[in-house]
């Protein structure tokens, strides 16, 4: 096929067709396979409008989806290119326009862009499965093609503002309460029960009802509350977001302006969104999430079954992973050393339901059925039957290979073995059993049921089969996955360890902890390196260095300080003091002046005498080795794209979405000045902040991370 084939755009008339019912037109949309509304869509509907408002014997237009969806959004191939009309502000003005009803017909997705098309029609009628939102801010946008304006003149500028600001959807049953849709009504053909509809309605004398005329912002003095309650809100919550902003803007427009005014408001809007590089940021995180799952294996084999589940340990990560396995549907069997340990796992399982239970998230018969697939154990033999079977112990690899040995004992042929090591080599684990080629590391990361990112490490032995099976199962369990290879530390700890040092050097140099975590929270984290520290618990930190001690380079710089604090017994919120305190079990911390001092001591003993860091200064290191070390992890093949990093970082490690990802936040501020910060810091140590070859090369070359993606 050759490329003007491959890549033309289907004709308006291949994605929309027309049927005469009588006095009614319904026009269907069929673009597989969510009905985007691309280029081709936009001028096949037009064209429909235009012909049917033209015959004098049409009484209703209906609009339709095909293909389970009215229509799922813009098409977001097409940002950033030059507009191809018409643009969808002009098609939906075009419908709205229309002196015959126009009538959609909402079934599945009905999001972006394909709930403005609905609010550009004059009724609205879902079915049961219709899930309506205005989720553009999720991509650094907003709606632009009318929806801050007549969603609130619509349902209220609360409701409105609610949906375009969280992005969340909105079931059919909410969207009638809300006045968002018209009608519910009964089926699982839009086409048949929305003609029946429709004629009902026009027996009834249907007429022309634009969103323009509705009552939503009546109440002035109502909506101005809520644009308030918003703009406090979006400031205290979306620090650093473009687009929160604008979409409150843009609800303030209508409530102010003429109706057409307000549009001409919210397109200018939309367009200050789409040239913001947050935009780009956040449409590279969205498509670079739906990449990871792509995969050599996962094309060259075909998952294994897997519907009985085991899990090893019942600590923090054993019922983290538990309970997201449960949530699944899939039945697990979690086996502990002793009674007293798997009735403590058992307990924290319960627990975790019966705080669902008491928010009124789920009723005492749904946890009940829950737990009926939960089977508490003290034995081995009782994972026989499992599929897959996770090892959650301890960080310990003789403890996992002990582990494994009775797996290698008990487990069918077949069954895959998964490991959750944070940092201990796979390799090794699965060399000390006979079936090495089933062997998966599954690196969780904690609280395992509601953090969404899983780190898929694949041995050097491991079959395609399993990767495959590994994959299925972060499907499964809604998780994001990345594909990473065996080291120290894998994607995300090992950049982590790197990262971590850098900051260290600059507290030693000068810096507080609290100066270093306020300039992190301000670049976009919800948390400072020294906060996440103290949140997960100094002694994890402190068990890997001292385990990596023995084969750390004695030339590199070594900061002793979270050591020192160690040695006291200050692990952080768990013992009410770290590198901040926690008076009294708070969950906040305190500047500590103890810890100040200790900091002191340590320059002391060096001869460092301390400088000044701005802010600017310190995110500069923090990425540049971030970078550096993401660099090095694509070149070594352990990531496989450096979206793979992004990924890793975005959904496990509080990396702001807006910024991309680091090796997207590289591209956007040039490998040119990261190269140049690189080599600038060398020449204070050149071992640590030697420039990766890769980053040499690409710079070299005048590309970018993105061109390996």
Not at 374 to 394: K, Q
Not at 562 to 576: S, V
């Amino acid at each position: 096929m050759n490329n003007a084939v491959q890549n033309a755009q289907p004709a308006a008339a291949e994605v929309v067709r027309t049927a005469r019912h009588g006095a009614v037109v319904c026009v269907t949309l069929d673009s597989p396979p969510v009905n985007a509304l691309s280029s081709a869509v936009r001028k096949g509907l037009w064209r429909a409008i235009e012909e049917a408002e033209a015959d004098s014997s049409v009484q209703a237009i209906v609009l339709v989806g095909q293909g389970g969806n009215f229509i799922a959004g813009a098409d977001i191939r097409e940002f950033g290119k030059p507009p191809v009309p018409p643009t969808l502000p002009e098609l939906c003005k075009r419908i709205e326009v229309c002196n015959k009803p126009v009538v959609a017909v909402l079934n599945g997705a009905v999001l972006g862009g394909g709930l403005e098309i609905a609010m550009a029609a004059h009724h609205r009628i879902a079915l049961a499965d219709a899930r309506l939102g205005l989720p553009e801010v999720q991509l650094g946008l907003m709606p632009g093609a009318g929806g801050t304006v007549r969603t609130p003149y619509l349902i209220g500028a609360q409701a409105a503002l609610d949906m375009m600001l969280s992005g969340r959807h909105v079931k059919a049953q909410e969207a009638f309460d809300l006045g968002l849709v018209d009608r519910l009504v009964e089926g699982d053909n839009a086409e048949t029960v929305g003609l029946a509809c429709v004629r009902e309605l026009l027996d009834q004398g249907l007429v022309v009802r634009r969103a323009r005329d509705a009552g939503g912002l009546a109440n002035a003095a109502e909506a101005q509350a809520a644009i308030d309650a918003a703009k406090a809100d979006v400031a205290k919550k979306s620090r650093g977001l473009f687009s929160p902003g604008k979409i409150v803007e843009s609800v303030q427009a209508a409530l102010e302006l003429p109706f057409d005014e307000a549009i001409a408001f919210e397109r200018q809007a939309f367009l200050a969104c789409l040239d913001s590089p947050q935009r780009a940021g956040l449409i590279h995180a969205f498509f670079s999430e739906r990449e990871t799952a792509k995969v050599p294996e996962a094309r060259a084999a075909t998952p294994r079954k897997v519907s009985a589940l085991g899990v090893i340990g019942g600590g923090t990560m054993g019922v983290g992973i538990t309970v997201a396995a449960l949530d699944a549907g899939l039945p697990v069997t979690m086996v502990e050393r002793d009674a007293e340990a798997i009735a403590r796992g058992q307990a924290n399982v319960e627990k975790v339901y019966d705080a669902l239970v008491s928010k009124g998230r789920m009723s005492e018969a749904g946890k009940s059925a829950v737990m009926a697939r939960y089977t508490p154990s003290t034995r081995y033999e009782d994972v026989r039957d499992a599929d897959l079977v996770i090892e959650a112990v301890f960080e310990d690899i003789e403890t996992k290979k002990a582990v494994f040995k009775e797996l290698d004992r008990v487990c069918k042929p077949g069954a895959v073995l998964g490991t959750n090591t944070s940092f201990l080599d796979i390799d090794a684990i699965a060399a000390s059993i006979s079936r090495p080629q089933d062997v998966i590391g599954l690196h969780f990361f904690s609280p395992a049921n509601v953090m969404k990112l899983l780190e898929i490490v694949v041995p050097a032995k491991a079959s395609a089969e399993v990767v495959a099976t590994a994959f299925d199962l972060a499907r499964k369990l809604r998780k994001t996955p990345v594909r990473a290879g065996v080291c120290d530390g894998f994607i995300g700890n090992r950049i982590m360890a790197v990262y971590k040092q850098a900051v260290d050097g600059i507290m030693e140099d000068g810096a507080s902890p609290y100066e270093i975590d306020e300039a992190l929270r301000g670049f976009g984290y919800p948390m400072g390196t020294f906060q996440v520290a103290d949140l997960a618990g100094g002694d994890i930190g402190w068990a890997t260095r001292k385990r990596r001690a023995a084969t750390r380079d004695p030339r590199a710089r070594y900061v002793h300080v979270a050591d020192r604090l160690c040695e006291r017994g200050w692990f952080g919120q768990k013992t009410g003091r770290g590198f901040y305190l926690y008076p009294q079990g708070a969950r906040t911390g305190q500047p500590d002046p103890e810890v100040l001092a200790i900091l002191d001591e340590e320059r002391d003993k060096k001869g460092i005498i301390p400088r000044k860091f701005t802010p600017e200064e310190i995110v500069r290191r923090y990425m540049a080795a971030m970078i550096n070390e993401g660099a090095r992890v694509v070149e070594e093949g352990i990531a496989l794209r450096p979206l793979d990093v992004d990924v890793t970082f975005l959904a496990g490690y509080g990396f702001p979405r807006y910024r991309g990802g680091p090796m997207k936040y590289a591209d956007m501020v040039g490998l040119d000045t990261v190269l140049a910060d690189l080599q600038e810091f060398s020449r204070e140590d050149p071992l640590f902040w030697k420039p990766a070859a890769l980053l040499e090369r690409l710079v070299a070359e005048g590309k970018k991370f993105e061109s390996l993606n």
